[in-house]
């Protein structure tokens, strides 16, 4: 899963993504180029069974990060550059840092939910300008149904709505698919506080601003996590009661992406390697197996499943068979959280 970080000059986005990747880029304006990171999501499931199989190798699932600088806050409405743009295209999903806090460097006094309307309102912009330009080529080429639905996402837009709140049909979705929409990937706000407000709620229009759009809304102080980020582990325990925090962000932060994506790991087993796999909910064995290699989801024959607990607590494959609890499942199964996979496939 790749991840943009998105928002304003200032508002913290490299200061989050050292928090979460455990890097220590340059924070501060005016930073060219972007970084990159990645995390490993940690998976206890994934340590019992490297546990029982001792395997060469065990991966996790990894989420990757790009943070590229922002515009700037008083220069909204004129749209973000091709540069910034290409960035977040290439995303499944936005982290939009908002700003919280006073800045040493800008003037302006925090104002996270205008911030949050602003940055969305140049995303919807974006699309709307891939929109009409679309909408002329198919109007000469008397293209109709695509017409249609691109007459419709505008119509949207128009009224200053992110194409994520659009209902759309699946038919719908994949004809959208290949133009990449920047207000149709999911969102995730991150209201970077002031280190005064670690651990208040956010304020009441913030709330409402984020429920109205359908994003998922994180509360941290990046400066802070990053530091705790960068401390030995004990130091960091201490470091967390002390501030009445119950966990590191990223641990709040994998959960809410997940949660937010409608994402679930299914894992498979061996003396080679154990591996967790993230998929979107509701994907058939077929589809899953994909996402190992798109052979096997070719070749697909059937699926032996076994769910986690019933594999931990049974605690070898040939005690799961005598139990009955290793499942053959066709090509139509939709895939649980924690199923243990082998697929069995031809080629
Ligand atoms: N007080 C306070 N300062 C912060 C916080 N987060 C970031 N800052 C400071 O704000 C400044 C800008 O932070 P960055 O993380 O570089 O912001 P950015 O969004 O990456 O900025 P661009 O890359 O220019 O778009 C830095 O001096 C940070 O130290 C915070 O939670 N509290
Ligand atoms: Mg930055």
């Known amino acids: 899963m790749k991840v943009a970080l998105v928002g304003f000059r200032g508002s913290g986005k490299t200061s989050v993504f050292n928090a979460l990747t455990g890097q220590s880029a340059d924070t501060g304006f005016g930073k060219k180029g972007s970084n990159l990171g990645r995390i490993q999501v940690p998976d206890a499931r994934l340590d019992a069974l490297t546990e ?80 009409e330009k679309r909408i002329e080529r198919l109007k000469k080429e008397k293209r109709g149904p695509e017409l249609d639905l691109m007459e419709k996402l505008k119509a949207h837009l128009e009224s200053e709505q992110a194409l994520r709140r659009l209902e759309l049909t699946e038919e719908e979705r994949q004809a959208c698919s290949g133009f990449a929409f920047l207000s149709m990937k999911p969102m995730l706000v991150v209201l970077n506080q002031a280190e005064d407000d670690l651990g208040n709620d956010p304020p009441g229009d913030m709330v409402e601003a984020a429920q109205e759009r359908k994003v998922e809304l994180l509360a941290l102080c990046a400066t802070i996590e990053a530091e705790i980020q960068a401390m030995e582990p004990d130091d960091q325990k201490a470091f967390l009661a002390d501030l009445g925090l119950s966990e590191p962000v990223r641990a709040r932060f994998i959960r809410a992406a997940y949660h937010l994506l409608d994402l679930i790991s299914f894992l498979t087993s061996g003396e080679d390697e154990v591996r967790a796999w993230t998929i979107r909910r509701g994907l058939t064995a077929k589809q899953a197996s994909g996402k190992i290699h798109s052979d096997i989801e070719r070749g697909f024959i059937r699926a032996e499943v076994t769910a986690y607990a019933d594999f931990i607590e049974l605690g070898t494959e040939a005690k799961v068979r005598e139990a009955g609890k290793l499942r053959l499942e066709g090509k139509d199964y939709v895939v649980q959280d924690g199923d243990i996979m082998h697929v069995r496939h031809s080629g």
């Open 52 to 131: 029982i199989y001792h395997p060469k190798k065990t991966t996790h699932a990894e989420i990757q990060f790009v943070d590229a600088a922002g515009p700037d806050e008083t220069h909204s409405g004129t749209g973000l550059d091709a540069g910034l743009v290409a960035v977040i295209r290439e995303a499944d999903a936005l982290v939009h840092v908002v700003r919280g806090f006073k800045s040493a460097m800008l003037t302006k006094a925090p104002n996270p939910a205008g911030d949050l309307s602003a940055f969305e309102d140049e995303l919807i912009l974006t699309d709307l300008v891939q929109i």
